[in-house]
Every structure is written in C-alpha cells, then in structure tokens.
C-alpha cells in the first residue's frame, strides 16, 4: 500500500510531463490544442496508465484518471482557470476515458499474471 502513493506521485507527474513537453515541442500555450498530444501525449499517458494498473490492479480507474489531473491541475497553475473552466473540465473528463480503459486491461492482466 505505501507504495502506491510513489505510483499516485508518478502517474500525475507523467501526466504534467506530458503536457510541459507537447507544449514545448508544439509551441502551444494548451498541449491538447497540438496534433502531437493525440499522436504521442494520449499513447504515452495510456500506456502509463496500463502499467500501473498492472502494478496495482485494485481500483485500477484511477490510473487513468490521474495523469489527466495532474494536466488539468498545472493548466490551472500556468494559465488559470479561464472563462472556459467548465468545458476544460469535461474536456478532461472525456480525454480521461482512453487511459481509463487501457488502466483496466493493464490490471486485468496484472490480475491474470498474479495467479
């Protein structure tokens, strides 16, 4: 269990990664306004995401959620929260639905490896 909070650090942290980088690379100011963070960010965030619900497969949802908040979090921090705050969130929300999903393969097949 201590361990999984070194998982939740990481997880958000790919996520902030993610974003600082495509940002960077694309030169604009919102990562997911880049063809490249469909391209590269989403895949990198997924497949994270499936490797910590292998590692840890119980309530595996939030592997694929917490990328995406520590994204949504440093938008937050470096932009504010803008008059679209609300559409930014489901946004997030909608994006969050991919590494939920490969999250859940990842621990189911954590759980088959297990036994």
């Known amino acids: 269990m201590k361990n999984t909070y070194w998982l939740y650090g990481i997880a958000v942290a790919i996520g ?9 690379v694309s030169g604009r100011r919102e990562a997911f306004d880049s063809g490249l963070y469909y391209s590269i960010g989403m895949p990198v965030v997924c497949v994270a995401s499936a490797t910590f619900g292998f590692l ?4 595996s ?6 990328p995406l908040l520590g994204q949504f979090s440093w938008m937050l921090l470096t932009q504010g929260p803008g008059n679209l705050l609300p559409l930014g969130m489901i946004f997030f929300g909608i994006l969050s639905v991919p590494s939920i999903i490969t999250a859940r393969i990842g621990a189911f097949l954590g759980r088959k490896h297990a036994t």
Do not use: A, D, F
């Open 61 to 66: 949802w939030r592997w694929g959620i917490l």
């Open 16 to 24: 902030i990664v993610v974003w600082i980088g495509i940002s960077m």
């Open 56 to 59: 840890e497969p119980k309530k």
